[in-house]
């Protein structure tokens, strides 16, 4: 898996005595929330990694990778840090100046360009994912306001999570964690996939792949394919 090749690749680089484990940071994305990493945390606890899921605001793109790289800063020493969907937008800006970020790892992930966001990838590459939300609108303290956005209920199972019993999937529904139009609407002015090691998993079932597509420019990792949908980190 990209997240296991990843976290042994500075192990491997040094060749001398083996270096302090990587801590292990993984960024949800929309619809979810940190716990839909519970089963790749535990895996990876179990292999000695210090792992933290910190929850991904899901408010806008600016203010999101500004939260990540302060979680960032709290940790000391190497850093291997995931993003899942809309979390490798806030990873590939998160990340972004920080000498102790060593590898970025994509799990069908977005992975915009500087001037990319987003909406511009999902114009570019279009999916059913695209058609299966609903926006709501939400009001803020302060008289702020906003628009929320949602997987439909009866598209959650057969769009997003199809490779979860349908079941978990309807449960999914139920508890996700809506993201605001901002988070897909602001565009990106940094890639840190661009300087630092980056891995990329794809979900082929999700039609058409946008990561298939979109890594496929000069500079991206290459990517992984495995048999799952764009909720595959559950």
Known sequence: MALCTAVSAPAAADGGAAPAKPTIVLVHGAFADASSWNGVAERLERRGYTVIAPANPLRGLYSDSTYIASVLDSIKGPIVLAGHSYGGAVISTAAAGNPRVKSLVYVAAQMP?????????????????????????????????????????????????????????????????????????????????????????????????????????????????????????L
Not at 115 to 135: D, H, N, V
Not at 194 to 213: C, E, G
């Open 113 to 233: 360009d500087v001037g990319e966001s987003g909406m511009s990838l999902s114009a570019r590459f279009p999916s059913e994912l695209a058609t299966a939300t609903r926006t709501v609108p939400y009001r803020a303290g302060g008289g702020g306001s906003g628009t929320d956005i949602y997987v439909k209920r009866d598209k959650v199972y057969p769009v997003f999570a199809a490779c979860l019993p349908e079941r978990q999937a309807n449960l999914l529904g139920v508890t996700q964690r809506p993201a605001a139009t901002t988070a897909f609407s602001e565009k990106a002015r940094v890639a840190a996939w661009k300087t630092i090691p980056s891995w990329a998993l794809v979900a082929p079932r999700t039609r058409p792949s946008t990561l298939t597509r979109n890594v496929s420019r000069p500079s991206a990792p290459t990517p992984t394919p495995w048999r799952s949908t764009p909720a595959m980190c």
